[in-house]
């Protein structure tokens, strides 16, 4: 394979290094363009623009694979827990018994919120989204917690702030739903494991008390490790750019919550929720929502198919396929849009015009069913992404931050605007 482009500009040859990667991905350096040329490249959306060099989470769209830190995705669902995958992202290697047995007791140590803070949950509008009071509390979170800025221990700081994150986002997640519905809080339970404490925290009240299914337990680790990361996406980069500035982690995250509730990314999840609940309230056939599918005079749009860079099945969708099918065999799950989940399915499998677009389901179309049967609200989708990409965020920006060349983010533009006019006073202006 060439290591080097080359570029015929203005009569001269320019000669740029290419980088290729571990898995034979390549890109042509243009960080010297600029200086020699006095061009930048144009690329709406970052479509085909590396910003970094990473070696968090390797994504091959044509084939289906992810892998974290080389693992893949579909060994990590059937046998990690959540706390271990994101210490595998966030510090690079698997954590031995003494680590995640220490780190899981940082996660208990730090569940807790301050009690000062409650009162943001009391205050906020019952109809208040989830999503801006977990940005918020988060943002907030680094005033209550100023250890992160003790330089003398920066490792230890950093490690701290990783747990206080992971761990308080669940409680932050389910004291927001609580307060939503004007029930008390329910306190993290130091005898539970992550996932059985979130769902405690979330459905146990003194009215009613709660038995934690470990099967739905099982399901919350496996959805949760499935959108830990997923490389340079919009909330990613978001955290890499603001993270750039040297912004703490806590503000970061906060930022990377923000992208993430976006209807075009996080946000999709419930839209393909409310996909499946739309064909089971109107009755329509599956034949007809494939026909007003392929419609491109229709409104109507089947989210949960399709997928920017998957080109062939999204592996989480493949894992979190099974999980339901399990579920659904073993009676655990009840839930009647699984039906018409797997009928849509088939039919678009079998249907020319998804084939020919390579449109799969993608990671949505199965963790909707699998959160609306879990009992989660359609509202805290989004928050539920959010509890799984927080250590894919950490492990970004700690990535960024260990690189020596990493840079404050600041792209460039082509101005199109006016070119210079003279001012005008207000009593001229028409
Ligand atoms: N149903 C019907 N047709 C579709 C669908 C769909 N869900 N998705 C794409 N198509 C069609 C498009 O109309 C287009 O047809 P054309 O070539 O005749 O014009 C073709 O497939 C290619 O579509 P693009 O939008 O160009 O594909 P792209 O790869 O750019 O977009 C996207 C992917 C945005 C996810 C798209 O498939 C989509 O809108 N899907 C539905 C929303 C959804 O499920 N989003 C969640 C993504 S997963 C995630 O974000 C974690």
Not at 330 to 356: C, H, R, T, V, W
Request: proline share 5%; with cysteine.
């Amino acid at each position: 394979m060439s290591d080097s482009a080359t570029l015929h500009y203005q009569g001269k040859d320019l000669v740029f290094p290419v980088i290729t990667g571990t898995e034979n991905e390549s890109a042509m350096d243009i960080s010297l363009l600029r200086k020699s040329t006095g061009l930048v490249t144009m690329d709406y959306g970052y479509q085909n623009t590396g910003s970094t060099r990473s070696k968090i989470t390797f994504v091959d769209g044509a084939n289906g694979i992810l892998r974290y830190r080389g693992y893949n995705i579909e060994d990590l669902a059937a046998n990690a827990m959540f706390p271990e995958t994101a210490w595998l992202l966030i510090y690079g290697e698997l954590p031995s018994a003494d680590q995640l047995q220490k780190f899981r007791q940082m996660l208990t140590e730090n569940a807790l919120i301050h009690e000062n803070l409650l009162n943001f949950f009391r205050e906020m509008p019952p109809s208040a989204h989830p999503m801006g009071i977990l940005s918020s509390i988060v943002n907030a979170l680094g005033l209550f917690t100023p250890r992160f800025y003790d330089d003398e221990n920066k490792a230890e700081a950093f490690n701290f702030t990783v747990a206080n994150l992971i761990s308080k986002v669940r409680t932050v997640a389910a004291f927001s739903y609580k307060a939503s519905i004007g029930e008390p809080f329910v306190y993290p339970d130091a005898e539970k494991s992550y996932c059985a404490n979130f769902l405690n925290m979330m459905f146990s009240s003194k009215a009613k008390p709660y038995n934690v299914d470990p099967l739905m337990v099982q399901a919350l680790n496996t959805l949760l490790i499935v959108h830990a990361d997923h490389e340079q996406n919009c909330s990613t980069s978001t955290v890499r750019m603001v993270g750039s500035s040297q912004a703490s982690l806590y503000a970061s995250v906060c930022a990377g919550i923000c992208a993430l509730w976006g209807p075009l990314h996080g946000g999709a999840n419930q839209a393909a929720l409310e996909t499946l609940m739309q064909v089971q309230q109107s009755g329509m056939s599956v034949k007809t929502v494939m026909e007003r599918a392929k419609d491109k005079n229709d409104p109507f749009k089947l989210s949960g198919f399709g997928h920017r860079v998957y080109k062939s099945y999204d592996p989480r969708a493949k894992v979190l396929k099974g999980l339901v099918h399990t579920f659904f065999n073993k009676g655990s799950l009840n839930d009647p849009l699984m039906e018409i989940a797997s009928e849509l399915e088939e039919a678009a499998l079998k249907d020319d015009y998804f084939i020919e677009r390579k449109l799969y389901p993608n990671v949505d179309f199965y963790s909707g069913i699998l959160y609306h049967a879990m009992g989660i609200p359609t509202n805290m989708l989004t928050v539920m992404f959010a509890i799984g990409r927080l250590p894919g965020w950490i492990a970004h920006w700690k990535e960024m931050h260990d690189d020596p060349e990493s840079k404050i983010n600041r792209p460039r533009q082509i101005y199109t605007g006016h070119t210079e006019r003279p001012w005008i006073k207000l009593a001229d202006r028409v």
